[in-house]
């Protein structure tokens, strides 16, 4: 079985998701189940983790709901408001609805002091009461928030979205992979590998100019704690939901069997408590 643990659904509206720009008007359209299917039996992907892309309960429900009628849809990452006081009775019927398995928030376009704010951090710590990892979803230079937001919370389960979104257009490698490192230290984090080409070129990147953050990623968690995500349908503006699949094979085919079933596999399964 092979897991796709980073994708998303939508109705697309301009006002919902204004972040998609004119460099990725391609996938101004909606992206549904029906759309996902077909792409996930060509890539040989049994299953997929649905994540949230518009900060809404709504937008939760749905997803949900999807899963409820895909059977390949493995689980759920969420929204709530974690900064909301009455987060609590906000995410008790959610999570009561054995697929939804996280909740993220989108770090990526607050400032990283946000991680440190106490009513955040309040919300967060309801997650393991509720057996919810949380995706942290963030850019390379908010690191070191999310090492101190992490060592606050030291028995929650978390995910690193998108390899902590590393500058590969400028080709910088530090800070980094430094701060990479510092994180993976962490044992209750776990990594995803997806939205690498995204960071690069989308009509110029090349294997050459990925691999060493690949590398650095796996290096930092190693197969144990480092799984495939495809980022699926924001992957298009760079390269196919194929073409992810066999570069990630490619970068995975020296190691071992057991190792590449960590990747597309088990260790997802780990993160996300899927059967």
Known sequence: MRIDAHHHFWRYTPAQY??????????????????????????????????????????????????????????????????DPNVGNLLEPLAANPALKAIRHVLQAEPAAWMDRPDFNAGLAQLRAANLTYDILIVHDQLPAAIRLVDRHPNQVFVLDHIAKPPIRGGSLQPWARHLADLARRPNVFCKLSGVVTEAGYATWSWEQILPYMETALEAFTPARLMFGSDWPVCRVATTYLGWVRTVERFAENLSAAERQAIFHSTAARAYRLP
């Open 18 to 83: 204004g972040w998609i720009d004119d460099a990725m008007a391609a996938i101004r359209r909606d992206f549904l189940p029906a759309d996902l299917a077909p792409e996930i039996a060509a890539a040989n992907i049994d299953a997929v983790i649905s994540v949230q892309a518009r900060q809404t309960i709504a937008e939760t429900e749905v997803l949900l709901a999807w899963a409820a009628t895909h059977p390949w849809i493995a689980g759920v990452v969420g929204w709530v408001p974690l900064i």
